[in-house]
Structure formats: C-alpha cells, structure tokens
C-alpha cells in the first residue's frame, strides 16, 4: 500500500501542478463568470482544469473512480479507489483576481481519503501528503504548529457570513471568535493549507461539498494534525469541517459545544 501510495502521490503531485498552471492562463485576465444552478460560480479555467484532470486520471488509472464539482461522478462508483477533484477552490476569489484559490485533487480507498494536493498556483505553493507518507509543503516535510492555546493562536474560516445560523452554528462561531488570539477569513482550502504549515491553529468551514475537503483531511492529519465534522467524527461525508493543530482540538470542540 505505502509504495502504491507513493506513485500516485507522484502523480497527483504533476497534474495538480499542470492543471494549476491551466488556471493561471485566466488569472486576473477578467474571466467570463456563468452562474451555476446553485447560483455559484464558474468559469472556462475551472472546466478546463477539471477536464485536464479527468483525461490524466482516466488514461493512467481507467479502473478508478472519479468525482469532480464540475462533471460530477465517473461510471466507476463502485471503484476502490476514487479521486474527487476540485479545480478550483474559491473560484469567487479567482474571479476577482484574488490568489487565495487552489486546486484540490483528494483520493479515498473504500470511502477513506487517504491522500491530498493542494495546489496555490498563485501563490506558487503545493502542499501535499498521503497516509503513512507525511506532509510536504514545497517539497520539505512540514508540520502543524505547536501552540497549545487557541488564544495565543490564529482562527481561520471561510467565511463569517450567514452560514452559521442557517446551519445553527452562530453561537459556536462567535465562542470560537471570541476564544481565538487572532480571526481572519483567510479561507476555503487556503485554511487547510495554514493548519498543516504551521502558520494557522484551526480553520472552520460551515457547509462544505465533498470535493471542498477531500485533499484537506490527509494533509492535515499527516501534518500532525485533526480533521473532523463539527461534532468531532473524522469523516469528510458530513458537509461540514474543522481542522485543528490538534493540540487546540479539545478546547475547540468544548467551544463549539458550549461546554
């Protein structure tokens, strides 16, 4: 399992990186935006981004499966191992010229991620891990920070918009908020990546798309660090996350219970 692993980390590592500089062909160049019919948006660098990665999945790995938020699911559902794909994560900041976008390429086997690439084009940083591999950041292993206290350390979120209360969370939000040493949205996978680099202690998304954390959870585990739905199960199926250093994941999840 490790050596296999290994080669499609290799793999994923060059088409997320392909695929990123698809992307950069777009950036800032005023992109025409189309809505979506869940009134989200997207462009032509999504869509190319995401058929680059299918073609490069599907001619080196026919057998596996593949979600991805554009075209959705292969014909292979029943696959052991499946890829989710995200080609561009924040695509509301793409489009506005903002390099906090990335490109997500997760893997599960038998519906447990096991490995993830996160890749900044902008920014001109990969992170990237598979289980029992560890995390790399630019190619040197990285690591989650080791702030004890979420008060001496940075809060990140996607968002701070009305997503807590139609989920219920306002209240926990602002306990988390409250509790945090520093806030900032600095979000969607931009948050994972801060978590698994050291440079952020927790990261919280109220509604997630599989597709959203399915390269998160594996980097950020194999940094040292949790990833779970809002009431502590590690899974990446429940629509919603927190990352954590680990080390504030108690208090965190005391938080969001109120305890």
């Not at 991805?68 to 010229?97: H, K, M, Q």
């Not at 893997?107 to 990237?128: C, D, H």
């Not at 409250?178 to 979000?187: L, Q, Y």
């Not at 509604?207 to 980097?219: E, G, L, N, Q």
Request: proline share 5%.
């Amino acid at each position: 399992m490790r050596d296999t692993l290994q080669e499609l980390l290799v793999f994923a590592h060059r088409i997320a990186w392909e695929a990123g500089k698809i992307t950069l062909r777009y950036f800032q160049t005023g992109v025409q935006v189309d809505q979506k019919a869940d009134d989200s948006p997207v462009t032509i660098a999504d869509r190319e981004a995401e058929a680059f990665i299918r073609q490069m999945l599907t001619a080196h790995y026919p057998a596996h499966g593949i979600l991805g938020e554009e075209e959705g699911a292969s014909a292979n559902v029943d696959a052991a191992w499946r890829w989710i794909v995200d080609p561009i994560d924040g695509t509301r900041a793409f489009v506005r010229g903002v390099p906090l976008y990335g490109v997500m390429l997760g893997l599960e086997y038998n519906n447990e991620p096991v490995l993830g690439v996160i890749n900044m084009p902008a920014l001109n940083e990969m992170t990237y891990a598979a289980q029992g591999l560890g995390c790399y950041w630019n190619g040197r292993p990285c690591r989650v920070s080791s702030v004890p206290r979420l008060a001496e350390g940075v809060l990140a979120a996607t968002t701070a918009d009305d997503r807590y209360p139609r989920t219920g969370k306002q209240a926990a939000f602002e306990r988390l908020v409250g509790a945090a040493g520093m806030f900032r949205t600095w979000g969607d996978c931009y948050g994972y990546v801060l978590v698994a680099t050291g440079r952020a202690e927790a990261t919280l998304d109220p509604i997630v798309s599989v597709w959203d954390v399915a390269a998160a959870a594996p980097i950020v585990r194999e940094a040292g660090g949790t990833f779970t739905d809002w009431q502590g199960t590690p899974t990446i199926h429940h629509k919603e996350g927190i990352a954590t250093n680990g080390l504030v994941y108690d208090e965190v999840m005391a938080l969001v219970r109120g305890a």
